[in-house]
């Protein structure tokens, strides 16, 4: 139990176009979502909370028109960057949490490269 | 903000080894939670604490929450080469709240 999946696993694409990551709970429902990225030897960089239904609130120093988030279900977020620039290359995560329960699942991670 | 002090960075163990790495707060947290990540792949939970001097097993792995609520280690015993992995402790506040990273352990396992 407990999966989370998230699509593609890797994307590249070029400067000035968007790319859209699905992230999904497969066997639970999500109430949160959590939006990380990693950069290479480093630890998880918090970019965003998403509650189903209602505004994903953003940390500081991240752009909330670049890095659109959707929560529109308790399975499904997504996390639309927006002009993707080639610094925006990264490996971001997701992470689901039910509301009942206090552990966090991540999903597998997508690879973006800008070109 | 919150921060995690996670130590050691790095260990190189002999295979069959036991391996220990902790944890420390400068503030409490309800939740300690340990994390292994393998390159390419998102973190996989091993461990949730959630009471203060909670000691909880899951095979090999031990890990326990600080009396102080401030800290945690974890301990791997009988090393074997799968373990090789980066270990992330993570605290959390409550309920569905951000949880927070160490900077890691990166373990190397040589058989």
């Known amino acids: 139990g407990a999966v989370v999946s998230q699509h593609p696993s890797w994307v590249i694409c070029k400067s000035g176009t968007s790319v859209k990551i699905e992230c999904r709970s497969l066997?639970?429902?999500?109430?949160?979502m959590f939006w990380y990225r990693q950069f290479p030897k480093q630890s998880l960089m918090l970019m965003a909370t998403?509650?189903?239904?209602?505004?994903?609130?953003?940390e500081q120093g991240v752009e909330k028109d670049k890095f659109l988030i959707n929560h529109a279900s308790l399975t499904l977020s997504t996390l639309t960057v927006t002009s993707a620039h080639p610094e925006d290359s990264s490996f971001y995560i997701c992470?689901?949490?039910?509301?009942?329960?206090?552990?966090?699942?991540f999903g597998p991670g997508t690879r973006l490269t800008v070109t | 903000g919150q921060q995690l002090n996670q130590s050691p960075q790095s260990m190189f163990i002999q295979e069959g080894e036991d391996v220990s790495m902790n944890c420390t707060s400068s503030?409490?947290?309800?939740?300690w939670l340990w994390y292994k990540q393998d390159p390419g792949e998102g973190p996989v939970l091993l461990i949730a604490?959630?009471?203060?001097?909670e000691l909880t097993s899951n095979g090999r792995l031990t890990a326990q929450f600080g009396i102080t609520r401030k800290d945690s280690f974890l301990n791997i015993s009988a090393s074997i080469p799968s373990d090789v992995g980066i270990y992330f402790c993570?605290?959390?506040?409550?309920?569905?709240?951000?949880?927070?990273f160490g900077k890691g352990t990166r373990l190397s396992v040589i058989a």
């Open positions: 992470s689901a949490q039910a509301g009942y329960l206090y552990e966090q699942y």
């Open positions: 066997d639970f429902q999500a109430t949160t």
């Open positions: 998403s509650n189903e239904g209602s505004k994903a609130t953003y």
């Open positions: 503030s409490i947290f309800n939740t």
């Open positions: 604490l959630y009471k203060a001097g």
């Open positions: 993570a605290g959390q506040d409550s309920g569905n709240t951000p949880l927070v």
